[in-house]
């Protein structure tokens, strides 16, 4: 998993809520196990007619929201079926960070788990953000520090410190075991030695 640090993008802003995961990446879409390949249908029922073509309007269609990092989004994301697919689409796509005002819970902790950074704020601070969408400003993401900048101004927001430390160093559920494989190997040559009939076929 990369590492997450600091961020500056434009913005896309998609001012919808109740994004559920099913719209994030369709379930038609969900038969692979790889984690590449899912940006192309990111959005896909939002972002294509009927005969495969890019609806323009979709603002991840646009230039230059084609190539953002950063999702503004409405109230409730992430909702509905708990498919880490959703994050994985995400992240293929080139999105690395998402503020909304909240998230449904499994999602939200999946995201850090595939090294994207959700923020939380309150809906005026997303308005304000929002606005540097719209104008296709960038704004400036630093994990450290907990905050964005935005022009001259900035916004403080709260991640919890053990999450924090995984996308600081890029680590996911598997990174994290490995780092204690000496302990595990410890215990295992403990077992082995004081209950050797537990490895006898």
Known sequence: MQKFNKLTSIPAYLPI????????????????????????NLFF?????????????????????????????GKN??????????????????????????????FYSNCFKNGILPIILEEKKI????????????ISINLIDEKIIYGNNEIKFKIDP???????????????????SDKIENFENDLKKNKPWIFHD
Request: glycine share 6%.
């Open 17 to 40: 809520v109740n994004i559920d995961t099913d719209m994030i990446i369709p379930k038609q879409f969900l038969k692979t196990i790889k984690r590449t390949g899912l940006g192309k």
């Open 45 to 73: 029922e939002m972002r294509y007619d009927d005969d495969g073509n890019e609806i323009n309007d979709f603002i991840l269609n646009q230039n230059p929201y084609n190539k953002s990092q950063i999702l503004i989004a």
């Open 77 to 106: 994301f992430g909702c509905g079926s708990s498919r880490e697919h959703a994050p994985w689409a995400l992240l293929d796509f080139g999105i690395t960070c998402v503020i909304s005002s909240s998230y449904a819970d499994i």
């Open 127 to 138: 308005k304000e953000l929002s606005e540097y969408a719209n104008r296709k400003d960038e």
């Open 162 to 180: 053990f999450k924090k430390k995984c996308l600081l160093e890029g680590l996911d559920d598997i990174a994290l075991s490995l780092n204690k």
